[in-house]
Nanobody, 115 residues
Framework: QVQLVESGGGSVQAGGSLRLSCAAS????????MGWYRQALGKQRELVAV???????NYADSVKGRFTISRDNAKKTVYLQMNSLKPEDTAVYYC?????????WGQGTQVTVSS
């Protein structure tokens, strides 16, 4: 049974920071790459950051240099540190396995950035 619980979102002004957390209940968490995704209103869900089993990271160009993904395998948790937030970062943020995301998605956490 897979369960993904995202938290840490909120409303901030441009330039602010937030740290998102994703508590994952899934088999073999430490053996899977994980990603943070986001979906803005009226847009398709997009991948913003990935962290591999070995800790390598990759980011969408739009967040590179501002967001940092990390993981704690002992806690089965993935984090997304978001700095220098922009209004265009406003979206619901989700975590999931990557690649081969589960069909199941958590409820996500809303991030709203005002100018």
């Amino acid at each position: 049974q897979v369960q993904l619980v995202e938290s840490g979102g909120g409303s901030v002004q441009a330039g602010g920071s937030l740290r998102l957390s994703c508590a994952a209940s899934m088999p073999f968490f430490s053996l899977n790459s994980m990603g943070w995704y986001r979906q803005a209103l009226g847009k398709q869900r997009e991948l913003v950051a990935v962290i591999t089993v070995g800790g390598s990271t990759n980011y969408a160009d739009s967040v590179k240099g501002r967001f940092t993904i990390s993981r704690d395998n002992a806690k089965k948790t993935v984090y997304l540190q978001m700095n220098s937030l922009k209004p265009e970062d406003t979206a619901v943020y989700y975590c999931n396995q990557h690649p081969n995301a589960f069909d199941y998605w958590g409820q996500g956490t809303q991030v709203t950035v005002s100018s």
